[in-house]
C-alpha cells in the first residue's frame, strides 16, 4: 500500500508536517512520503491557475515537479491532503493545487481514489472544519472517495483537525491514530 500525504503549509517542518508525521508513524506496513506542495506549486510555469487552454493541456506545470506530484497521487492507494487554516479555508497552495487540475478532473484520473483531510489552526475554532470541508470538496470534484477519522479506535469526525501547537494536542494525536487505523482497514 502507497500512502501519499500533501503538506499544503509553505512551513515544510511546522504543525501540519507535524500531523502527517503522526498519522504515518502509524501506518509501519505501508510505504508512505509526505510532498510539501508549497516547492511543487514554486517549480510550475505559473504558481496558479489562468485557464491558459481550454481545454487544458497542462502546459503550464508539463514536465516540471508539480507534474510529478500528480502523477504520484494517481499511484497513491490513499491520499491524505494537509492544510493550515488561512483565512478560514486552505492555504493559496493548496488551493492552487486543485485548481490546477482540470485535466485530471477532465480524464477522471482520480475518480474512486480514496482521501482524508487534515487541518491545524491557531485558535480552538480557528476554521479547522471549514478547511477540511473544503479540502473534502474539491476531493469530491475530482471523484474522489472521502473517508473521515472515525475507526475501531474511535469515533473521529470529519479528518483530523488540531490547534497549534499541534504537538501538545492530544485529542488530534489521538485521532492522527484512528486515522491511520482507518486507512489502513480501508475496503479497496
Known amino acids: 500500500m502507497y500512502i501519499l500525504a500533501l503538506n499544503g503549509s509553505p512551513n515544510k517542518d511546522g ?4 500531523l502527517l508525521k503522526e498519522i504515518i508513524s502509524h501506518c509501519k506496513d505501508a510505504e508512505c512520503e509526505i510532498v510539501n506542495l508549497h516547492s511543487a506549486m514554486t517549480a510550475a510555469k505559473t504558481p496558479f491557475c489562468v485557464s491558459c487552454s ?5 502546459r503550464c506545470y508539463k514536465g516540471t ?3 510529478a506530484v500528480y502523477e504520484k497521487v494517481a499511484r497513491a492507494d490513499f491520499v491524505i491532503f494537509a492544510s493550515p487554516v488561512y483565512f478560514g ?4 497552495q493548496m488551493k492552487a493545487f486543485f485548481d490546477k487540475t482540470r485535466a485530471i478532473r477532465a480524464n477522471k484520473e482520480w ?17 479547522q472544519e471549514r478547511t477540511i470541508d473544503h479540502i473534502q470538496s474539491c476531493g ?3 471523484g474522489m472517495k472521502v473517508i473521515g477519522n472515525g475507526s475501531a479506535l ?3 469526525h470529519f479528518g483530523v483537525s488540531a490547534q497549534r501547537p499541534a504537538n501538545e494536542d492530544e485529542y488530534a494525536i489521538k ?14
Open 65 to 67: 515537479e508539480l507534474e
Open 175 to 188: 485521532q492522527c491514530e484512528s486515522l491511520a487505523n482507518a486507512i489502513l482497514n480501508y475496503s479497496f
Open 89 to 92: 479555508s486552505m492555504s493559496a
Open 140 to 142: 469530491l470534484v475530482l
Open 15 to 18: 504543525n501540519t508536517a507535524f
Open 54 to 58: 481550454n481545454p487544458c493541456d497542462k
Open 111 to 127: 475518480l474512486g481514489k480514496p482521501m482524508a483531510a487534515v487541518s491545524v489552526g491557531a485558535s480552538k475554532y480557528g476554521g
Open 154 to 156: 474511535g469515533m473521529g
